[in-house]
């Protein structure tokens, strides 16, 4: 079974927010797999563990994006494609038809991905891909069984959970819960480094101008206002209980 | 100006407020022109009439069994539907469930920009803007879709509620849909339903939020009679769920739900930026901690260092008396 996973690198979770010129400051910053995708890569190397197969990840993003593929490399997938060209860059749309582009130039029967990109991600490119390759998806799950050409997977729909079944080729994006992803094996770093990455350019694919030129416009990125520190309140129990029933009734009326 | 199309959010069967909020925005977007909405369900004509007077010059109903349940296949052939009818410029989904699935399958079936959780927009017509927050809620944007269809999914419990009466019931329109082998590719086989049948967590008012330091299952119990006087629900962290005291249906947070209620009061969480990530925008923030160090501090508008085991029964007591 050919499996894709794919993979975006984002900030680490704990990582400060810096605006330079408009601009979040990326110089120093710690970058991970997208949480989600690590999932979606944990989830395929046992899918491939069950069923024999071949994990390939999948990227658009700059060249600081081969950190994230050599550690999902080490956890086990097996190749990886990269499109590191300026050019293919940009906004849910056209990430989404690149990654069409690069995906039906190779075989494919399942291919995971993440929800939801944790930086500035917005739960639109696994979806827009499924339906850019025409073919099924299904979101958010929490279990996937394969059987032959038949997946029964699991997602979360608000706490609720759907059991949800369809055939293979489809799309599949993870949520929390799916699994608990590995940690890459001494010997499995040292048998990244050798293992395939494959660089893709605009010049590689079948992309037109309309594709890559996108469609949001990006006006202006600001960071919240500082939240003035509150007020604790300090005193005999039974005082502070009724200073912030009050407080919450009269002066903020929220209750 | 442009015509604006809401698609109606529902649960179990019933309106959520976020599509009255929706309405509320789509008469501000539309500026004069066309606002529409549509119902997409089994058995959900009747709930034309709950859509009252908030400003739809049309109600679209698709009412068929194969929307029974939620599936991405018949809702999107719907969707598409509706659209090819009413020819919307901007369209508004909430940024729940259903939403988030079905909103990308449309936007990339029409080649359509689409801003996702938005939390506020300004402007109508070509000057609309869509502000939604990146990075777990440490920053923010201001978006604008380039050209064509432009469709959001709008954050529950951001945007101002409309108060109704504005002389626009909306005339019902039947649309009928034919579905193939096709739109079902997948098939919702069980939904079990686990999330709490009370206050929808996104939804409300008032968020009661237990985390590690609640300390087993029988500590949220104080919590759920706290958000009970108060009309409110109870959420935690993630550091509750993975101990085990509550259901995952509960997690807010980066990987959970985003809630921005009037009220959250968290006990016994610390406040990791996780977290926070889900709760950063509630109006006014209660921290009841043991650490006067606990980070959660910094974010809250009034806090209580103390046991919140003790503390959370007698602010329940507090507010009976008050709410009386
Ligand atoms: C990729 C990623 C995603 C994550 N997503 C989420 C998410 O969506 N949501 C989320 O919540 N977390 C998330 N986390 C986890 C997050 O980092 C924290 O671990 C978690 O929020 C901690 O939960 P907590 O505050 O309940 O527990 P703790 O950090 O252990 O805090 C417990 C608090 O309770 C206090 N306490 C103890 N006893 C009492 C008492 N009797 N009375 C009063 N106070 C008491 C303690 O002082 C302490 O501050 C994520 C982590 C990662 C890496
Ligand atoms: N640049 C990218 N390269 C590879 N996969 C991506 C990229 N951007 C998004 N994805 C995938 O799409 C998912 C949803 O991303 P997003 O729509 O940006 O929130 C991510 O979890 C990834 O699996």
Redesign the interface.
């Known amino acids: 079974m050919n499996i894709l996973v794919c993979l975006k690198q984002t900030?680490d979770?704990?990582?400060?927010?810096v605006?330079e010129n408009g601009h979040?400051k990326e110089d120093g910053v710690r970058f991970v797999i997208n949480?989600?995708d690590e999932y979606a890569v944990e989830e395929a190397l046992r899918i491939k563990e069950e069923h024999d197969g071949q994990v390939t990840l999948v990227s658009v993003g700059p060249t600081r994006f081969e950190e994230a593929i050599r550690t999902a490399l080490a956890m086990g997938a097996d190749e990886a494609v990269l499109g590191d060209d300026p050019a293919l860059f940009g906004?849910?749309?056209t990430i989404?038809k690149v990654l069409a582009a690069i995906i039906s130039q190779r075989p494919y029967d399942l291919i995971l991905a993440g929800n939801q990109a944790?930086?500035?991600g917005?739960?639109?490119?696994s979806?827009?891909l499924?339906?850019?390759l025409g073919i099924?998806?299904?979101?958010?799950a929490t279990k996937v069984e394969v059987e032959g050409n038949k997946v029964?997977v699991h997602r979360?729909?608000?706490?609720?959970?759907?059991?949800?079944?369809?055939?293979l080729p489809?799309v599949i994006t993870a949520q929390?819960?799916l699994n608990e992803p590995r940690y890459p094996s001494l010997i499995g770093i040292r048998k990244a480094s050798k293992k395939p990455l494959t660089h893709v350019t605009v010049q590689d694919l079948k992309l037109s101008a309309e594709d890559l030129?996108?469609?949001?416009?990006?006006?202006?990125?600001?960071?919240?206002k500082p939240?003035e520190?509150?007020?604790?309140?300090?005193g005999e129990?039974?005082d502070?209980?009724?200073e912030?029933?009050?407080?919450?009734?009269t002066t903020?009326k929220?209750? | 100006m442009a015509k604006v199309l809401v698609v109606a959010d529902m649960?179990r069967g019933k309106l959520r407020n976020v599509t009255f909020e929706m309405l509320g925005a789509a008469s501000a977007i539309a500026n004069g022109d066309a606002v529409a909405i549509t119902l997409l369900g089994k058995n959900v004509a009747g709930l034309a009439k709950d859509l009252g007077d908030f400003g739809a010059d049309a109600v679209y109903v698709v009412d068929a069994p194969e929307l029974e349940?939620?599936n991405?296949?018949t809702y999107r052939k719907a969707l598409l539907t509706v659209i090819d009818q009413f020819n919307p410029g901007v369209l508004l989904l909430a940024h729940?469930?259903?939403g988030?699935?079905l909103?990308?399958?449309v936007?990339?079936?029409l080649?359509?920009?689409?801003?996702?959780?938005i939390t506020s927009f300004e402007g109508t017509g070509e000057n609309l803007?869509f502000v939604?927050s990146?990075?777990?809620?440490?920053?923010?944007?201001?978006?604008?879709?380039?050209?064509?269809l432009a469709i959001a999914t709008v954050r529950p419990n951001n945007l101002t509620l409309p108060a109704g009466g504005v002389g626009k019931p909306g005339t019902v329109q039947n649309v009928s849909v034919s579905f193939e082998p096709a739109d079902l590719?997948?098939?919702?086989?069980?939904?079990?339903?686990?999330?709490?049948q009370g206050v929808d967590?996104?939804e409300a008012?008032?968020v009661v939020a237990g985390g590690r330091g609640v300390k087993d299952a029988s500590g949220f119990t104080l919590l759920e009679q706290l958000a009970d006087v108060?009309g409110g629900a109870v959420g935690s962290s993630r550091g509750a769920c993975d101990a085990g005291y509550c259901?995952?249906?509960?997690?807010i947070g980066?990987?959970?739900?985003v809630v921005t209620p009037?009220?959250y009061i968290a006990c016994g969480i610390s406040g990791a930026?996780?977290h926070l990530a889900g709760m950063?925008n509630s109006?006014?923030?209660?921290?009841i901690n043991k650490d006067?160090e606990a980070p959660i501090?910094?974010?809250?508008?009034?806090?209580?260092?103390?046991d919140l085991l003790?503390?959370v029964p007698?602010?329940t007591e507090?507010?009976k008396k008050?709410?009386v």
């Open positions: 900030f979770t704990e990582e400060r927010i605006l979040v949480p989600y906004d849910e749309f989404s944790v930086d500035d917005s739960g639109q490119v979806v827009r499924a339906e850019e099924p998806h299904i979101s958010m029964t979360d729909a608000e706490g609720d959970t759907e059991i949800v079944t369809g055939v489809m929390q819960g030129a996108g469609r949001i416009n990006v006006l202006e990125t600001y960071l919240p939240k520190a509150g007020r604790v309140l300090s129990l039974t502070v209980v009724r912030l029933a009050e407080a919450l009734h903020e929220v209750v | 649960r349940n939620y991405s296949g729940s469930a259903i988030r699935d909103a990308p399958m936007a990339a079936r080649g359509a920009g689409q801003v996702s959780d803007t939604r990146i990075y777990a809620g440490k920053a923010f944007t201001k978006v604008s879709v380039k050209q064509g590719a997948t098939l919702v086989k069980e939904i079990m339903a686990k999330a709490n967590l996104t008012k008032v108060l259901d995952y249906s509960l997690q980066q990987t959970g739900k009037d009220l930026i996780q950063s109006k006014v923030i209660v921290a006067p501090f910094q974010m809250s508008d009034y806090g209580i260092v103390g003790e503390v007698r602010l507090e507010f008050i709410l």
